[in-house]
């Protein structure tokens, strides 16, 4: 049941773009987005709920594509402060339960 | 507020021991989980509660009990202490529905087990 992150990792160049995606075999609720620091806990980003959503975080954005079952997080000109993991969480429709399990994360190192 | 606190931050236990995570929020938030972070695997939950005296299990609950005897705590409780639970611990806390609200997370706490 847990979602699929791709890339594993990313490495850019500030002012550079890049997109972490985040699919399901199964038939999803809602989407979550977290970025986590070194030795720090998850930060909340964004939740997309219905399918089509799109959502905006500074110039960091996210769509929900409910018909395919999977979620993209867009990072627009790059910067220091974006490196880390990021995590997408999603709910199982079916499973009508609240919970929320997490992808493998997705490195990304920001480079001067 | 202090929002969501866990103690300890760091732990060593010797295999077969017990002990206590503790997970306390100030936030009034009917919704709390604990997740394992272990390297390449992500965020993993272990157990959740959505409201004072109701948990249920998640991905990985062997070897790991919850109450929730109150609003505001979910400990966890590993009952024999084993290698493989060697991990950084997560409690997690939202005002509703874990999948539809905000999750605030704790500051962690770093578990080995030798």
């Known amino acids: 049941q847990q979602p699929v992150q791709s890339p594993q990792a990313v490495i850019l160049r500030e002012g550079e773009d890049a997109v972490i995606n985040c699919s399901s075999s199964k038939a999803l609720y809602s989407v979550h987005w977290y970025r986590q620091k070194h030795g720090e806990a998850p930060v909340f980003l964004m939740i997309?709920?219905?399918?089509?959503e799109q959502k905006g975080h500074e110039k960091i954005s996210a769509s929900f594509n409910e018909k395919k079952q999977q979620s993209s997080l867009y990072l627009t000109a790059s910067q220091l402060s974006y490196s880390g993991t990021y995590f997408c969480g999603t709910e199982i429709r079916s499973s009508n339960t609240g919970k929320l399990i997490f992808g493998q994360g997705t490195t990304l190192q920001v480079k001067p | 507020n202090a929002g969501v606190t866990q103690t300890p931050k760091f732990q060593v236990l010797k295999t077969g021991q017990s002990m206590t995570l503790q997970c306390a929020q100030d936030?009034?938030?009917?919704?709390m989980s604990w997740y394992r972070q272990d390297p390449g695997m992500g965020l993993r939950l272990i157990h959740y509660?959505?409201?004072?005296?109701?948990?249920d299990q998640g991905e990985v609950p062997n070897g790991y009990n919850v109450s929730r005897s109150t609003t505001e705590d979910f400990p966890l409780r590993l009952l024999s202490a084993a290698p493989s639970q060697t991990s950084v611990y997560f409690c997690?806390?939202?005002?509703?529905?874990?999948?539809?609200?905000?999750?605030?997370f704790g500051p962690g706490t770093r578990l080995t087990v030798l």
């Open positions: 936030m009034n938030h009917e919704y």
């Open positions: 997690a806390s939202s005002y509703s529905r874990g999948a539809t609200d905000t999750q605030y």
């Open positions: 509660s959505v409201g004072a005296g109701i948990t």
């Open positions: 997309l709920l219905k399918g089509g």
